[in-house]
């Protein structure tokens, strides 16, 4: 029983540790990259306070910058919206592409870019 146990143990992690494939033929579709996009947007400055009394800032901390991700595919008719992005990718480029349930993969430069779709709308005319 053990034996069987560690044989599909084994099976089971060396299926999670597979590299993606990066053959064409798994990415039938064809998606065309719309705009992609990183911004930051700023804290606003820090946690320090100025005590009147005494006279003196207390220490404070500085607010984190945050950063912000977009990729925008259209594939057909529809435009797939994605919060992150691949830095393998060009705007205006055509790459091969796989739709599964909530994820897009990406074949770019001989390697696969996965992405969450957050939504989805139809491409205008």
Same mark, same amino acid.
């Given at each position: 029983?053990? @034996? ?8 089971? *992690? $060396? #299926?999670?540790?597979?590299? /993606? ?5 798994? #990415?039938?579709? @064809?998606? =065309?990259?719309?705009? $992609?996009?990183? $911004?930051?947007? =700023?804290?606003?400055? *820090? ?13 404070? *901390? ?9 990729? /925008? #595919? ?30 897009? #993969? ?20």
């Amino acid at each position: 029983m053990t @034996k069987k146990i560690a044989a599909l143990t084994l099976i089971v *992690t $060396t #299926f999670s540790w597979a590299k /993606e494939s990066t053959n064409p033929a798994d #990415f039938p579709l @064809k998606a =065309h990259l719309i705009s $992609t996009e990183t $911004t930051r947007s =700023h804290g606003g400055g *820090t946690t320090s306070s100025y005590d009147y009394k005494t006279g003196q800032w207390s220490n404070g *901390t500085v607010n984190q910058d945050s950063l912000s991700r977009r990729s /925008e #595919f259209q594939i057909d008719n529809v435009i797939y919206i994605s919060p992150s992005r691949c830095r393998d990718t060009i705007a205006g480029t055509d790459y091969p592409a796989r739709l599964e349930k909530d994820r897009l #993969f990406v074949l770019a430069k001989d390697k696969v870019c996965k992405m969450r779709i957050s939504g989805t709308r139809e491409a205008g005319k």
